[in-house]
């Protein structure tokens, strides 16, 4: 499936490594998107991760725009697991926010037809209704 976005992964990890991970963790035997290293961890302290008396990064997950701008972030403790398919519906949200900007993707919102919100005040206290109308 072409969603129209690179995804790159990046880890405090050096390069060896995650070949040594692609080469033996089945579960990366598919992957086709590039493994960026971060030995330093220069750009895990960029992105205010980086737990400096551990020296180790929290695990962050980060949706991009093309122009550089963060469009979401999610940080999670170092032994938490991400969701593809939360982080999918993050993606498609933002994807379809970016040009329908006067609404809004409620919670359970997962692809193009699902229900919007039209943000206002005269929608705050009435969400249910709105979604349930």
Same mark, same amino acid.
């Given at each position: 499936?072409?969603?129209?976005?690179?995804v790159v992964t990046v880890s405090c990890d050096t390069q060896f490594t995650h070949l040594a991970?692609?080469?033996?963790?089945?579960?990366?035997?598919?992957?086709?998107?590039?493994?960026?290293?971060?030995?330093?961890?220069?750009?895990?302290?960029?992105?205010?991760?980086y737990l400096e008396d551990a020296g180790l990064p929290l695990r962050g997950t980060f949706i991009?725009?093309?122009?550089?701008?963060?469009?979401?972030?999610?940080?999670?403790?170092?032994?938490?697991?991400?969701?593809? !398919? $939360?982080?999918?519906?993050?993606? &498609?949200?933002?994807?379809?926010?970016?040009?329908?900007?006067? #609404?809004?993707?409620?919670?359970?919102?997962? !692809? $193009?037809?699902?229900?919007?919100? &039209?943000?206002?005040?005269?929608?705050?206290?009435?969400?249910? #209704?709105?979604?349930?109308?």
């Open positions: 499936m072409k969603l129209g976005a690179e991970w692609q080469r033996e963790e089945k579960q990366l035997a598919d992957v086709k998107y590039p493994m960026g290293a971060d030995p330093t961890g220069s750009l895990a302290r960029m992105f205010g991760v991009i725009s093309p122009a550089g701008q963060l469009m979401n972030g999610a940080v999670n403790f170092l032994n938490m697991g991400r969701n593809i !398919d $939360e982080l999918m519906r993050l993606f &498609k949200a933002n994807m379809y926010l970016a040009k329908k900007t006067d #609404e809004g993707c409620p919670s359970k919102w997962k !692809d $193009e037809g699902d229900a919007t919100l &039209k943000p206002s005040a005269k929608m705050v206290g009435r969400v249910h #209704e709105a979604l349930n109308d």
